[in-house]
């Protein structure tokens, strides 16, 4: 039998052939699983056991490991665990180890009003003005990930249409709408810009994004700390607060469980109070 080692190797490959998963996305499992195999000091699959996940459990939390992150590290033993178990390879059943409950997560969010002032900062007609008025128009309109925006390609918008295709997470592939905001700003950017030796519609860094919008939000007022996924919230939040469904929200995310979509539910929530005072107990006023 291979080593344990080899097994990891095979694993990621498998993930990045046949999973079609991101190379960063197989990077950050191979992080995760180093470091067990660092603790567990293991050379076969059968010794992975329910007393050593337990004690390498208790590791990461020890070592100030915040719940979520913990369980990033618990997911990528599990996938290995059920990788070596669609090759028939005798090691612990992955139904024994479940994932630390965590706690509703709060949403980073801003107002309606600072989010219009932050989409109003970017003035001027110069190509960079116009290309950052056009990415956070984007960001607003679609709710893309960073990674999705910055991996766009020219020939993949068509501004006579309403709507392009973005391939996500998982390599999934989905359909985002063009508000006619960010129609009108990407095509300006791409009047100012012209013809240039470059395919991306924005050949920035992820980094270069973050910092520009972080000046943008301070330029504009605002005092919390505002990221592109504080606009993808934006986004998710305006769609359910005029009156959206969960379902529709979730595809437009790209999500592939409704759970995670559920992190906005207290403002559906909202909507149901409204509905209980307006019908409730009528008849006994």
Do not use: W
Request: proline share 3%; glycine share 4%; charged share 30%.
């Amino acid at each position: 039998m291979a080593s344990i080692l080899e097994l990891k190797k095979q694993f990621l490959e498998y993930l990045e052939i046949e999973k079609g998963r991101a190379v960063k996305t197989v990077e950050n499992y191979d992080r995760y699983l180093k470091r067990f195999f660092a603790f567990a000091k293991i050379s076969e699959p059968k010794n992975i056991s329910e007393d050593l996940v337990r004690k390498y459990r208790l590791y990461l939390n020890r070592a100030n490991l915040n719940k979520p992150t913990q369980n990033y590290y618990v997911i990528a033993l599990r996938m290995f665990l059920k990788y070596l178990a669609k090759r028939n390879i005798a090691s612990l059943d992955t139904g024994k180890i479940e994932l630390a409950k965590l706690p509703q997560r709060e949403l980073d969010l801003i107002s309606p009003e600072d989010l219009e002032r932050l989409l109003d900062i970017p003035k001027g007609t110069s190509a960079k003005i116009l290309r950052d008025k056009a990415i956070l128009e984007l960001f607003f309109s679609t709710g893309l990930r960073i990674s999705e925006l910055c991996n766009l390609n020219i020939d993949e918008i068509n501004l006579k249409r309403d709507e392009f295709s973005v391939r996500g997470k998982g390599g999934k592939i989905r359909v985002v709408f063009l508000s006619d905001r960010a129609k009108d700003a990407i095509k300006k950017y791409l009047e100012k810009r012209g013809e240039v030796d470059n395919e991306k519609l924005f050949p920035v860094t992820p980094r270069s994004i973050q910092r520009m919008i972080k000046k943008y939000a301070i330029a504009a007022g605002i005092s919390k700390k505002v990221t592109p996924h504080v606009l993808r919230h934006a986004f998710a939040t305006d769609l359910l607060q005029n009156g959206a469904d969960l379902r529709s929200v979730q595809a437009m995310l790209g999500h592939a469980n409704i759970s995670t979509t559920q992190i906005y539910t207290h403002f559906t929530d909202r909507q149901l109070k409204e509905v209980h005072k307006a019908f409730h107990g009528r008849r006994r006023k």
